[in-house]
């Protein structure tokens, strides 16, 4: 079964501009995020798709596969469609997964499990990591997104509000934003309309919970989830990174 990841990259991001060529520590947000995603042994193939010639010019610099995209592409999830729909050798895939180019420590066991949970699974369109938290600030977070999910480990909803309501001490699962998709759903869904949730949370996965599609959920231990949304979140990774560092001195 050929995998195909994308990883969207646009310039103009709303809360930080010209994100993607940040530097931590003396490399760029986006050449981190693919080298940690090239760790994932389940993929086949890892590109970014991006609307900016210097995105483009920079993955190419660090030896990345890159290819251009519109730019009037809304979403991460219309960024994959139109690098599929632009590029041919991009067809050959059967499972797409669509990595965030903000997250730039995450661990290749993020991209493998949803990849799995798909294999596993041939009914199950679409996949996406959770992990559990209790760390109040990350919960409070409206750009930090919660999920519910029930029994059988599906997707109820998706919130960037607290959910569940708890009176104990603060707990819930908070969403891992890569999503694995069969060929013939990621097209689909490109197509399908907006609706209402998906709009007032702003956030597209809802659109397909709204319209009857079940999403998957792979809850994961331990996970690091480090995005960068804005310029202060540079110096939490490379907090991060450098306690990492540190530990492997010790070792």
């Known amino acids: 079964m050929t995998v195909i990841g994308i990883i969207p990259a646009r310039y103009l991001s709303s809360r930080f501009p010209g994100k993607m060529l940040a530097m931590i520590n003396g490399t760029s947000l986006i050449q981190r995020t693919y080298e940690s995603a090239k760790k994932a042994s389940k993929l086949d193939r890892l590109i970014v798709a991006t609307d900016d010639e210097r995105i483009y010019e920079h993955v190419k610099s660090f030896g990345g596969e890159v290819c251009m995209t519109s730019i009037d592409c809304q979403n991460?999830?219309?960024?994959?469609?139109?690098?599929?729909?632009?590029?041919?050798?991009?067809?050959?895939?059967?499972?797409?997964?669509?990595?965030?180019?903000?997250?730039?420590?995450?661990?290749?066991?993020?991209?493998d499990g949803i990849i799995d949970a798909l294999i596993a699974s041939p009914h199950d369109v679409m996949a996406t990591p959770i992990v559990k938290t209790e760390d109040l600030?990350?919960?409070?977070?409206?750009?930090?997104?919660?999920?519910?999910?029930?029994?059988?480990?599906?997707a109820l909803y998706f919130s960037r509000h607290p959910i569940?309501?708890?009176?104990?001490?603060?707990?819930?699962?908070?969403?891992?934003?890569?999503?694995?998709?069969r060929k013939e759903f990621l097209l689909q869904f490109a197509e399908l309309s907006d609706t209402p949730l998906q709009l007032h949370e702003d956030l597209e996965q809802l659109k397909a919970?709204?319209?009857?599609?079940?999403?998957?959920?792979?809850?994961?231990?331990?996970?690091?989830?480090?995005?960068v949304d804005f310029p202060d979140d540079i110096q939490k990774v490379e907090k991060w990174l450098c306690n990492q560092n540190n530990q492997n001195i010790s070792l």
């Open 164 to 181: 569940p309501y708890t009176k104990a001490s603060p707990s819930c699962f908070k969403h891992v934003g890569i999503y694995a998709f």
């Open 137 to 154: 600030e990350e919960i409070m977070n409206p750009a930090s997104v919660k999920c519910i999910i029930d029994k059988n480990n599906y």
């Open 209 to 227: 919970l709204e319209h009857g599609f079940r999403i998957k959920t792979v809850t994961l231990e331990n996970e690091v989830d480090l995005s």
């Open 76 to 111: 991460g999830t219309e960024r994959l469609v139109d690098a599929f729909k632009r590029h041919p050798e991009l067809q050959t895939g059967e499972i797409y997964v669509n990595i965030q180019g903000d997250r730039p420590c995450i661990p290749a066991h993020s991209i």
